[in-house]
């Protein structure tokens, strides 16, 4: 008698863990989850670098890939490294919806590309976090490999110091 009510209760336990496990990982499937990656903005949709403006079209792109299997209604995102606001962007409203398996490509602007090189610069970094705010306010985080732009930014570095070794050594000659 006593193992039929022990057997019981195992069985009752199991029945609870199961259920319980299956109610977590459908919520897990059911959350939203983006990738992120830089990429180059195809050479149309560009204008002449001497007439580009703070709000043109720049050289660099977001793409976000919606690998979940819910839709995802993108109001912005931000672009973070060390708790430290780099760039806020806030795509148009043809651009904010994100289907499962579909992306979407955020053109930064001359403005953002910039700010995030100059970052990159005098931080020294080639990853920086990815805050995503839905409609809704969901919030989605990844990582965004911004090595393109990192490279772009130890160059110029390299050019400053040289220039300044330069400047420096002239200034000396005239001593």
């Not at 043109?56 to 973070?80: K, R």
Request: charged share 25%; with cysteine.
């Amino acid at each position: 008698m006593f193992e039929l009510i022990c057997n019981g209760l195992f069985t009752l336990l199991g029945v609870f863990i199961g259920w319980f496990l299956n109610q977590v990982s459908s919520a897990r499937q059911a959350r939203p989850r983006l990738c992120f990656s830089l990429c180059n903005t195809s050479q149309d949709e560009l204008i002449e670098k001497e007439l580009r403006t703070k709000t043109s079209a720049s050289d660099y792109g977001i793409e976000i890939y919606n690998v979940g299997q819910t839709p995802f209604i993108l109001d912005y995102f931000e672009l973070c490294h060390k708790r430290k606001l780099l760039v806020d962007c806030r795509p148009s409203g043809e651009d904010s919806r994100i289907l499962p398996y579909q992306s979407i490509t955020y053109t930064l602007m001359e403005q953002e590309s910039e700010s995030l090189e100059w970052h990159c610069k005098q931080l020294d970094f080639s990853y920086c976090k990815v805050i995503a705010y839905s409609i809704d306010g969901k919030r989605v985080t990844g990582k965004l490999d911004v090595s393109l732009i990192q490279i772009r930014a130890s160059v110029a570095r390299e050019m400053e110091s040289g220039a300044n070794k330069i400047g420096r050594a002239s200034c000396r000659e005239r001593v």
